[in-house]
């Protein structure tokens, strides 16, 4: 299994610039989401999806948009980059009951700068 | 969302125990509480879960309280891999969707091991 897959690993932008990280699943799983994580700190939710073609904003939605056409792929976009989106994010997915599977995976991270 | 509190950064020598502990005072009934560590530069990973009991898993033990209103993650002997930071989560198993998988995440345990 690939588990969680995000694209790209590194992105400078400028600011004003927009682009659309990647993040793909291979395990069925029902429940994605995105966090950006600042220096020093911990994850915080941008947005998250409980099935194709569901999706909610989480804790800091400002600035970012989602969809999910299909269960497998849960991209999120930057529509004008600004200073101060420049973090790590990273993308999870699970099952959306637990009991079918206790474990939240996440990705390795996108590092994005925006100068 | 229940709360976690843990401290900031503990120190270990290699091959030594580590004791990283959690207070959780408001877990409800349904909460288990999960540890996830954070390798630098990696995204999060699942270590162990529980709700009453004590678990042992490969990677670790986690001994929680009669009351469940504190737990800790033990590592039995820690390597220079385990330098990471730790973050204790509670999950409420009875919700599926968001509900029951948006992760709240604090600002863990930054664990340091000497060689």
């Known amino acids: 299994n690939a588990g969680v897959t995000q694209t790209p690993k590194f992105q400078v932008l400028k600011t004003g610039q927009s682009m659309t990280l990647q993040c793909a699943q291979d395990?069925?799983?029902?429940?994605m989401s995105w966090y950006r994580q600042d220096p020093g700190m911990g994850l915080r939710l941008i947005h998250y999806s409980v099935g194709a073609g569901i999706t909610d904003q989480g804790e800091v939605p400002n600035g970012y948009n989602v969809s999910r056409s299909t269960t497998e792929d849960f991209p999120l976009r930057l529509l004008s980059a600004a200073p101060s989106q420049t973090s790590v994010y990273f993308c999870?997915?699970?099952?959306?009951?637990?009991?079918?599977?206790?474990?939240?995976?996440f990705g390795e991270g996108s590092w994005l700068t925006v100068v | 969302d229940a709360k976690t509190t843990q401290p900031n950064s503990m120190e270990s020598n290699e091959e030594e125990p580590v004791h990283l502990p959690c207070n959780h005072s408001t877990i409800s009934g349904t909460d288990y509480i999960h540890w996830y560590r954070q390798l630098p530069s990696q995204g999060p990973e699942y270590v162990i879960h529980g709700l009453t009991s004590n678990v042992n898993n490969r990677m670790a033990s986690l001994a929680i309280a009669e009351d469940r209103k504190s737990s800790t993650l033990i590592l039995h002997r820690a390597t220079l891999r385990d330098a990471a930071v730790y973050y204790c989560i509670l999950r409420d198993a009875s919700r599926e969707g968001a509900a029951g998988n948006k992760l709240t995440f604090g600002g863990g345990t930054r664990v340091l091991v000497k060689p």
């Open positions: 395990m069925n799983h029902e429940y």
């Open positions: 999870a997915s699970s099952y959306s009951r637990p009991s079918k599977g206790n474990t939240i995976y």
